[in-house]
């Protein structure tokens, strides 16, 4: 129908979106095998049945494990090239990607293979495709700080393809306050920071998000609605949400989508934009989510149009550039 031709035809930006939570289960057993890796599934639809979450670590574990796939510089570049060929046909002309270092590094992969095989896909998608994009480099935030330095450390090497840091994994037990020093020492270095808060976690964690790694937008952010005084200071600053609706079904956040709190948002006056996360994972592309809360929430193509736009206004790139992508 109309709205769906709408959200199919709309220029977006995609702003919270792991590569590594791209991999479809196909490419996943083509790699496995490729590459002499073990795992536990023996089919797509074993894959497919093993994606049943309770909450995120469930998801975490498997999404690990999924990885342990990506071996070369190649499998990062077909990884990253089929995510931008699928949303080439949503409409998608900029992206910001997380990338987690650590999670291949940590199992003997180089920081230099990662990074190698996604900017090559990246630059070859902006030649081919008309695909803006920026990296950003996640912490993870269940290992220790230490490591996390290390992989700043690498990430200071490759200043001129990694444009940001963020902070993901399990959000319980690993609140903002353990990061506080290498975030200080990346925004030192010119990255510019942002974070997986209010996920899982609380309403503080996205306010220490803000006060003590100073992060320019927040990840997820829906804990941050449950209290008003931070609701006002997020619509009067303007800081930037990035929502993931399905993600947030999946991971059983929220029990139904009609739950999902963009829509609240919107109405809080924040700057929310929709994304997909893990699309693999849960069952979704960007246009996906963008079909799923227009139904749930019953948007009306204002909001459509309003969503569309904040993922423009909420990305990091010039105000002359955004100009070219509206
Ligand atoms: N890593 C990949 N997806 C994530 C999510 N939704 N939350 C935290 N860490 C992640
Ligand atoms: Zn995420």
Not at 172 to 189: M, Q, S, T, Y
Request: net charge negative; hydrophobic share 40%; charged share 25%.
């Amino acid at each position: 129908d109309f709205a769906n031709a709408l959200i199919d035809r709309l220029p977006k930006a995609e702003l919270h979106l792991h590569i590594e939570g791209t991999l479809e289960p196909e490419l996943m057993l083509t790699l496995a095998k490729r590459n002499k890796v073990q795992l536990p599934y023996e089919s797509v639809e074993d894959v497919a049945k093993a994606y049943e979450f309770d909450c995120l670590q469930d998801f975490l574990d498997l999404y690990y494990m999924g990885m342990s796939v990506l071996q070369t510089e190649r499998d990062f570049h077909d990884l990253t090239w089929a995510y931008l060929l699928k949303v080439k046909a949503d409409g998608l002309t900029h992206v910001e990607m997380f990338f987690d270092p650590q999670a291949h590094t940590d199992r003997g992969i180089s920081f230099e293979t990662v990074l190698g095989g996604i900017v090559l896909a990246l630059e070859q998608a902006n030649r081919e495709l008309g695909i803006t994009s920026k990296l950003i480099m996640c912490f993870l935030r269940h290992l220790p700080e230490e490591q996390a330095f290390d992989a700043l450390e690498c990430a200071c090497k490759h200043k001129d393809h990694i444009f940001a840091v963020g902070l993901d994994s399990s959000e319980k037990g690993f609140p903002p306050p353990l990061f506080e020093r290498v975030f200080a020492a990346a925004r030192g270095e010119g990255f510019t920071p942002v974070a997986h808060v209010g996920e899982e976690g609380t309403a503080e964690n996205v306010r220490e998000g803000l006060d003590l790694l100073k992060i320019e937008r927040i990840d997820h952010g829906n804990q941050a609605l449950s209290d008003p005084e931070l609701t006002a200071r997020l619509a009067r600053q303007q800081t930037p949400l990035t929502m993931c609706p399905l993600s947030n079904l999946r991971l059983k956040g929220i029990p139904t989508l009609g739950h999902s709190p963009v829509k609240r948002a919107m109405d809080a006056g924040l700057l929310v934009t929709v994304n997909s996360d893990d699309p693999s994972y849960f069952g979704g592309y960007l246009n996906d989510n963008y079909r799923a809360i227009h139904q749930a929430l019953d948007l009306s193509e204002k909001d459509i149009i309003k969503l569309a736009k904040n993922s423009f206004a909420a990305s990091f790139i010039s105000d002359s550039e955004k100009q070219a992508h509206i």
